[in-house]
């Protein structure tokens, strides 16, 4: 028995059958139900499928940042020990990788090299070591040319994005300039932020098998595995039904394993070419030079308020980086939208165009980077206008989006902060350069978290086995944000199972299509086509029942009703239930504002001496819609805060103005925080439930933890010094000059 499910949002959900569960699974903080087999080194990534008469792959990149390739000596390695072949598919291989979401092929063509880095051929070997050193030693002929590579002599060069990206590229209202001339107070600042890496903990890796009938296999660590097989297959000029990837495990992507990266379609020329199973993994140092980073930016800030800190003035200029001919812009004005209300607004976004490496989403596109800026510049409004931080984000809370002045779906920023500030202790916060322990300067710092909330189109199929087990069968993966479980927890509360008795199969294209993860989206629009097709297969149980659904009970691997309990094993018999779920944005997408909101306060202690920065303690304090694991939801915003160290302290990654080449393009030196530099972290959830987002009432959570994180710290490390850095990142030789002398 088969049957399908679908939901538009198109209206409000006040109702949803997990209000009236009875399991009590949902909201609980279960463990990884995948968990044992990652810990036991059972879980397969994309690197370790056992695959008969595998050749091994290892990737080259370009030695030149702008300039046309000559020759490649073959000849010179194709002689060594257990070396196959050397494949240069000029006209095929990626440039660079694709954005997230996409379904065209990402630029193709790499003759023309136009970053350093740029994957331009894969040497072939019977183990990874023979392929390695042939790689290695692999000679390639260039004409160099001249190239585009420093930032600050370009910036009048400036150029608006060819298409908008989540946010229109300029949004103007009133007389900004007027404004800000008559405003009681006002600051006009700039703040910059480098370019950052995902630096996932697994590499990007790809293994393609071809078959007899030319249908493609990738087994491969990509987010969205149903729009990465579509521009797999445009890529390689095939149909889309002949290309299939499987990626159930994937060790972090953060944003870079959105779309298909250089590996992948290197390997699936390659094995066409050889006629044999490929393996290609990227190096450390080729996924710093050949994937994708988050761009650069220099972000002009203006806020000007009246003498009640009223703001009047909104002012927001974005410059950004990418390569020529890419539109993807870092839409840093997405949270500042809507984040405070303002009658003069002034949001725009530009481009520098760079012979650097592609930038593209990394996590928290936007918010992550724009909010750095936003949420210090309201730090220096407070300042400036003697007003409390707090307060001063409580007097221009807005009461709709300024922007297109819908109702807000739900709103606790004020809540968040307001619990946060009890918690945290902030009525002990004193005046900048007050507080000291010895030689160590003690600030607290505050910044608001907004993060837009998104619903993308998912299906999944439950099937109710004559064994009474349920599977649950999806094409959405599992980042290591917890979506195995997640799955499971909604499988199990609606049909009344033990956890125990729930399998979930993710990330193979082979099972229904998925928005896959990213942007947050992933739990609420995967969980609710899984709700979907539960409520379809409960309604198939009444039907048997021969009742209404709405006195239907499951419990405990029972049905219940009219005082009659039949296990759920016989009611589906031989051949099971079966329903699909699919869920779809509808006008609720517009006709309310929906996004996750959140306070982040973190304490530190800077050392006057040395300059040193130590984050002692933060807090965050979230709403995000109904959690569905709150485990799972607590470490999503534990990593986001951790995001958040990095960008305020640590993470620069440098490109060399004379060639735009990464300098720092490893874990030894491109530094992410590691166990030392992260403190004791909190995190609170306010209780929520967002009738207008799902029917689950969910919102995303993955990306809110890291807004305004980094903020937090960087108005700490005001209030310990009196001294205001507005370079990302906060390192000792940027503060150092500020502080009182010893």
């Known amino acids: 028995m088969s049957t399908t499910n679908a939901l538009t949002m198109d209206k409000p959900t006040p109702s949803s059958l997990l209000d009236t569960a009875t399991q009590g699974i949902i909201g609980k903080g279960i463990d990884?139900?995948?968990?044992?087999?990652?810990?036991?080194?059972?879980?397969?990534?994309?690197?370790?499928?056992?695959?008969?008469?595998?050749?091994?792959?290892?990737?080259?990149?370009?030695?030149?940042?702008?300039?046309?390739?000559?020759?490649?000596?073959?000849?010179?390695?194709?002689?060594?020990?257990?070396?196959?072949?050397?494949?240069?598919?000029?006209?095929?291989?990626?440039r660079n990788p694709q954005q997230g979401g996409e379904t065209e092929a990402p630029t193709q063509g790499v003759e023309d090299v136009h970053y350093f880095g740029e994957i331009v051929a894969i040497v072939l070997a019977e183990s990874f070591e023979a392929a390695r050193g042939a790689a290695q030693q692999?000679?390639?002929?260039?004409?160099?040319?001249?190239?585009?590579?420093?930032?600050?002599?370009?910036?009048?060069?400036?150029?608006?994005?060819?298409?908008?990206?989540?946010?229109?590229?300029?949004?103007?209202?009133?007389?900004?300039?007027?404004?800000?001339?008559?405003?009681?107070?006002?600051?006009?600042?700039?703040?910059?932020?480098?370019?950052?890496?995902?630096?996932?903990?697994?590499?990007?890796?790809?293994?393609?098998?071809?078959?007899?009938?030319?249908?493609l296999t990738l087994y491969g660590s990509y987010q969205m595995p149903t729009s990465d097989a579509q521009q797999l297959a445009k890529a390689l000029g095939l149909s889309q039904k002949k290309v299939r990837i499987v990626a159930p495990y994937i060790g972090g992507g953060f944003g870079s394993k959105l779309g298909i990266a250089p590996e992948s379609v290197a390997a699936a020329i390659a094995a066409r070419s050889l006629g044999r199973p490929v393996k290609a993994v990227m190096a450390r140092q080729q996924v710093f030079d050949a994937t994708v980073r988050r761009s650069n930016t220099e972000q002009r800030m203006r806020l000007g308020a009246d003498a009640n800190g009223k703001l009047v003035a909104l002012g927001h200029d974005i410059l950004t980086s990418n390569l020529p001919g890419e539109d993807y812009y870092e839409p840093c004005g997405i949270g500042t939208h809507f984040a405070y209300a303002a009658p003069n607004w002034h949001i725009d976004h530009d481009i520098v165009r760079l012979d650097w490496l592609l930038s593209g989403s990394m996590r928290a596109p936007g918010e992550a980077s724009g909010m750095l800026a936003l949420e210090c510049a309201m730090d220096e409004l407070a300042e400036a206008a003697g007003i409390d931080p707090i307060e001063l984000r409580r007097i221009n809370e807005p009461d709709s989006d300024p922007d297109t002045q819908a109702p807000f779906s739900t709103r606790q920023l004020l809540r968040c902060l307001d619990e946060g500030a009890g918690k945290f202790g902030w009525d002990k916060r004193g005046k900048a350069g007050t507080v000291r322990e010895g030689e160590w300067l003690i600030g607290l710092g505050v910044a608001a978290a907004v993060r837009g909330n998104m619903l993308q189109e998912s299906s999944a199929r439950v099937?109710?086995?004559?064994?009474?087990?349920?599977?649950?069968?999806?094409?959405?993966?599992d980042i290591g944000t917890g979506s195995y479980t997640i799955l499971a927890q909604i499988a199990a509360e609606l049909l009344g199972l033990p956890i125990e008795r729930v399998t979930v199969k993710l990330g193979d294209t082979d099972m229904p299509p998925a928005a896959g993860s990213g942007g947050s989206w992933g739990a609420a629009s995967s969980g609710s086509s899984v709700y979907l097709a539960c409520e379809a297969i409960?309604?198939?149980?009444?039907?048997?029942?021969?009742?209404?659904?709405?006195?239907?009970?499951?419990?405990?691997?029972?049905?219940?009703?009219?005082?009659?309990?039949?296990?759920?094993?016989?009611?589906?018999?031989?051949?099971?239930?079966?329903?699909?779920?699919?869920?779809?944005?509808?006008?609720?997408?517009?006709?309310?504002?929906?996004?996750?909101?959140?306070?982040?306060?973190?304490?530190?202690?800077?050392?006057?001496?040395?300059?040193?920065?130590?984050?002692?303690?933060?807090l965050g304090v979230f709403a995000a819609g109904r959690i569905l694991n709150e485990k799972t939801?607590?470490?999503?915003?534990?990593?986001?805060?951790?995001?958040?160290?990095?960008?305020?302290?640590?993470?620069?990654?440098?490109?060399?103005?004379?060639?735009?080449?990464?300098?720092?393009?490893?874990?030894?030196?491109?530094?992410?925080?590691?166990?030392?530099?992260?403190?004791?972290?909190?995190?609170?959830?306010?209780?929520?439930?967002?009738?207008?987002?799902?029917?689950?009432?969910?919102?995303?959570?993955?990306?809110?933890?890291?807004?305004?994180?980094?903020?937090?710290?960087?108005?700490?490390?005001?209030?310990?010094?009196?001294?205001?850095?507005r370079d990302y990142p906060l390192t000792l030789d940027k503060i150092l000059d500020g502080l009182p002398a010893v």
Request: net charge negative; with cysteine; proline share 3%.
């Open 32 to 94: 990884r139900v995948e968990g044992p087999l990652k810990v036991s080194g059972s879980a397969t990534y994309a690197a370790e499928h056992a695959i008969d008469n595998l050749a091994y792959g290892v990737l080259v990149g370009s030695k030149v940042a702008r300039g046309k390739i000559v020759s490649v000596d073959a000849e010179g390695v194709l002689s060594l020990p257990g070396v196959i072949d050397v494949v240069t598919d000029f006209a095929t291989f990626a």
């Open 138 to 215: 692999l000679h390639i002929e260039y004409d160099e040319a001249e190239g585009r590579f420093d930032f600050e002599a370009l910036k009048s060069e400036a150029e608006k994005p060819g298409a908008e990206n989540q946010v229109p590229i300029h949004f103007s209202e009133g007389d900004i300039d007027a404004a800000m001339a008559d405003a009681a107070v006002a600051i006009d600042v700039t703040y910059t932020t480098p370019s950052q890496n995902s630096a996932a903990m697994e590499p990007h890796a790809s293994i393609a098998v071809w078959d007899d009938t030319g249908a």
């Open 463 to 477: 099937t109710l086995t004559a064994g009474g087990q349920a599977i649950v069968e999806s094409a959405m993966t």
């Open 538 to 618: 409960r309604k198939q149980i009444a039907k048997a029942m021969k009742v209404d659904s709405e006195a239907l009970t499951l419990k405990d691997g029972e049905a219940i009703a009219d005082n009659r309990k039949v296990s759920l094993a016989s009611l589906a018999g031989d051949d099971g239930i079966v329903a699909t779920g699919t869920i779809a944005p509808g006008k609720q997408e517009k006709a309310t504002k929906q996004a996750s909101y959140g306070a982040h306060f973190a304490e530190v202690a800077l050392n006057a001496v040395t300059g040193e920065v130590r984050v002692r303690r933060m």
């Open 633 to 725: 939801a607590r470490s999503q915003c534990l990593g986001g805060m951790t995001f958040g160290i990095g960008a305020a302290l640590t993470e620069d990654l440098i490109h060399d103005p004379r060639n735009g080449k990464l300098v720092n393009r490893d874990l030894g030196e491109y530094h992410v925080p590691v166990n030392a530099d992260v403190p004791q972290q909190e995190v609170v959830f306010l209780e929520e439930r967002d009738v207008h987002a799902n029917p689950i009432h969910a919102k995303g959570i993955g990306e809110l933890g890291i807004s305004g994180a980094g903020a937090a710290i960087a108005n700490a490390v005001y209030n310990a010094t009196g001294v205001r850095v």
